[in-house]
Structure formats: C-alpha cells, structure tokens
C-alpha cells in the first residue's frame, strides 16, 4: 500500500482549541464527580435574580451553576455539560456518571494527541473507492489493531 502522511498536530489555533476543550472538561468535570454515588458530596449554588442559594447534591444542578468568566471556556462547558443532561432525556439517570466519563476521556484523548508525533504515516487514500469499500477495507483491519494493542 502507497503511503500518505495525516497531520495529527498542529500550531496555533489547534492546541488553543484542546487547551480550552481541556480547561472546560476539567471544570466541569472536577464541579460534577464530587456528586457522585450515594456518598457524593452537596454543592452550595448560588441563587441568581433575587433568588436564594441551595444545597443540592445534583451533578447536573452543579454543572448548570458554572458561570466560567472566559467566553471560549464557558461555551465548551455549556456544551459538555449539556452531554449530561441530554443522557437524562434519553436514559433518565447517568448525568453524573456521563460527565464523569466524557472529563476522563476527553482529558486522556487530549493528552494522547499532544504527545503524539506531529505526523502519522498509513495508507495512501484512493478516491477511486467507494465510501463502503473503505469501510470494509478499514474493518478488516481491526482484529490486526486489536492484536497490536494486546
């Protein structure tokens, strides 16, 4: 097979993105896992519009009580915590759980990709093939990645 090279890093724009994606999967994240389970802690939300404050022991209420000031962070948690709740209209329980997993990975993925090498070589991509044929081809070679993460 051809070869062909992917770039997977980058300078500029692309780590300011992770670093911000990173930043707010964080906060998120360590606001929400404290609630976790039966033994999770309260959070105190502050009240907002001459409303008082409560305590609530609800990951999605915590999540939802962020108010980060940079605008770039507060829109990338309004979208992960909005992961949780959608999760409870789907599901009807698991929000914590959900931003408990998505922070974990998000963080791993993040990190993998800033220690990866900037340029990745695989197979040279033939646009003579179908969508369905690279499907296939990329199938096939899943019990050979398989192999090689054991």
């Known amino acids: 097979m051809p070869k062909a090279t992917i770039h997977v890093g980058g300078a500029g724009k692309e780590k300011e993105a992770r670093a911000v ?15 976790l389970g039966p033994d999770g802690l309260n959070g105190l939300v502050y009240g907002t ?18 108010e980060p000031d940079d605008e770039l962070i507060a829109q990338a948690a309004k979208t992960f915590h909005e992961s949780s709740k959608r999760t409870n209209e789907r599901v009807g329980d698991g929000t914590t759980s959900t931003a408990v997993v998505g922070g974990s990975l998000i963080t791993s993925i993040i ?10 070589t695989i197979g040279k991509p033939d646009h003579k093939k179908s969508p369905r044929q690279i499907r296939k081809e990329l199938l096939a070679e899943v019990p050979n990645l398989v192999d090689l993460i054991k």
Not at 21 to 35: E, G, S
Not at 49 to 66: C, E, H, S
Not at 111 to 120: F, K, L, Q, T, Y
């Open 21 to 35: 994606a990173l930043q707010a999967a964080t906060l998120v994240y360590d606001a929400m896992r404290v609630t």
């Open 49 to 66: 519009y001459n409303r008082p404050g409560r305590i609530t022991n609800d990951g999605v209420t915590v999540g939802g009580a962020l």
């Open 111 to 120: 990190n993998d990709i800033d220690d990866a090498p900037e340029h990745v």
